[in-house]
């Protein structure tokens, strides 16, 4: 999470970015957006079926989208620096 809210403090005015809650509880999910002093929006999905329809196979995931709404790559499992400049990269064109 710090390496993303980082990221979308870099490079927000460029890349929308946007979390997904799953099956966590409401008060603990804004904590730890808080905690971590998240700065784009986040969607609560608390029984997974957002996560289910995108193909999450287990959170953590990360999910990299073109500005036409295709998706271009993903990261299962925890994000690393590489792989997030990797990621941005991929969409930046």
Do not use: W
Request: hydrophobic share 45%; charged share 10%; net charge negative.
């Amino acid at each position: 999470m710090p390496l993303l809210a980082a990221a979308a403090r870099k490079h927000g005015a460029k890349i929308q970015f946007l979390g997904v809650d799953v099956l966590d509880g409401r008060n603990g999910a804004i904590g730890f957006l808080r905690t971590y002093g998240v700065p784009y929006p986040s969607l609560f999905d608390p029984a997974g079926d957002l996560a289910n329809a995108i193909g999450l196979l287990g959170p953590p995931g990360t999910f990299f989208y073109a500005a036409d709404g295709s998706l271009v790559t993903t990261v299962p499992g925890q994000l690393t620096s590489t792989s997030l400049e990797q990621g941005l990269a991929s969409i930046s064109g």
